[in-house]
């Protein structure tokens, strides 16, 4: 049953990533960013920014949970 229940994630994963990887592929429209900094503006593709933003918050949550564990380092019982 635990194999079952392996198998069974492995292949939700490959899908949820099949589709995320179509999504990402067919959208090619273009998307304007206004950026309030000087008025910059980027064109970038849909598909190109939700990587964009996928692998940000990859990022902010990998330096996240660093940080935490960091701190809880500094206050856990030491051994």
Same mark, same amino acid.
């Given at each position: ?7 069974? /994630?492995?292949? @939700?994963?490959? %899908? !949820?990533?099949? /589709? @995320?990887? $179509?999504?990402? &592929?067919?959208? &090619? +429209?273009?998307? &304007?960013?206004? $950026?309030? !900094?000087? #008025?910059? +503006?980027? +064109?970038? =593709?849909?598909?190109? /920014? !939700?990587?964009? *933003? *996928? %692998?940000?918050?990859?990022? !902010?949550?990998?330096? =996240?949970?660093?940080?935490?564990? #960091? ?9």
């Amino acid at each position: 049953m635990r194999n079952l229940y392996r198998i069974f /994630l492995i292949l @939700a994963l490959l %899908a !949820v990533f099949g /589709l @995320a990887f $179509l999504f990402v &592929t067919v959208n &090619t +429209q273009p998307v &304007t960013l206004s $950026l309030p !900094v000087s #008025g910059l +503006q980027w +064109q970038v =593709t849909l598909g190109a /920014l !939700v990587v964009l *933003l *996928l %692998a940000a918050g990859l990022l !902010v949550g990998l330096v =996240t949970g660093l940080g935490l564990r #960091g701190v809880r380092g500094l206050f856990g019982p030491r051994s």
